[in-house]
């Protein structure tokens, strides 16, 4: 069924948009993201193309897709040697207040069909909102396209009132994840500072607040509470890097 005009333009300005993010994160150096913005924006105006009719702006259209196109490819030429390198490296800062950084978002991008071993370092998995923020970790790595079978987790011990709440809370995610063929080994570290998680298809992902990057929510009516999206972070910085050879922590 031909796409009315109305469409047609509808979906030349999301395309439009998207490109001009894809641009602006180009410019920033932050090539992973702006390669995704490139990829999907260019589908989008491929659609445009498609329910076209006039030629002359066909031609216009094609020819804006394929400088799209072989910037996207410069871009992941660049992104593929840099991982081969080790050299890959990507920040971004999380401002206080702001919003559109859950899980999904922060390392969806990340996890493809060869992740099937997860390694947590994370010194603060002890009181409830936090062993829930882990829960929260788990269940997006064992949804498609991802094939975990293991998780790590090196953390330290609560050895004040709320150690048995951590024990159990942990034990209880443990069996849930056996349920769904999924192993998870707890270890426990006094020294333990550090803060990052590696997958191992090469990325690493270094949180400076760890998993607990969000904000209390106001009420448990109130939006945030269960779509972390839409949940206020602390002031935090992310820094991403790929290492082929990625070692166990």
């Not at 799209?68 to 390198?85: F, H, T």
């Not at 390694?119 to 929260?136: K, V």
């Not at 500072?193 to 270094?206: A, T």
């Amino acid at each position: 069924m031909a796409k009315s005009r109305r469409e047609v333009d509808s979906q030349s300005v999301a395309a439009f948009t998207v490109l001009k993010r894809a641009v602006e994160l180009d410019s920033e150096s932050q090539y992973q993201q702006a390669l995704v913005c490139y990829q999907e924006g260019i589908d989008l105006l491929m659609q445009v193309l498609r329910g076209t009719r006039d030629d002359t702006k066909k031609s216009n259209l094609r020819k804006q897709i394929t400088g799209y196109m072989d910037r996207a490819e410069i871009v992941k030429k660049y992104l593929d040697q840099e991982k081969e390198d080790g050299k890959y490296h990507e920040q971004i800062k999380i401002e206080e207040n702001a919003t559109g950084f859950s899980y999904e978002s922060l390392f969806q991008k990340y996890l493809h069909e060869t992740v099937t071993e997860v390694w947590i370092q994370d010194p603060y998995i002890r009181q409830i909102h936090q062993l829930y923020n882990f829960l929260r970790f788990c269940e997006m790595l064992i949804k498609k396209p991802c094939k975990v079978k293991t998780i790590h987790l090196l953390t330290s011990l609560d050895e004040g009132s709320g150690k048995q709440q951590q024990s159990s809370g942990l034990q209880e995610i443990k069996e849930s994840l056996q349920n769904h063929g999924v192993l998870l080994e707890i270890e426990y570290s006094s020294s333990v500072h550090d803060r990052e998680i590696r997958f191992n298809n090469g990325w690493m992902i270094k949180i400076g607040r760890g998993l607990d990057y969000f904000k209390k929510p106001q009420s448990r009516f109130s939006l945030g509470y269960c779509d972390f999206d839409l949940r206020p972070c602390h002031e935090t910085t992310v820094d991403i890097f790929h290492n082929k050879h990625t070692k166990k922590i």
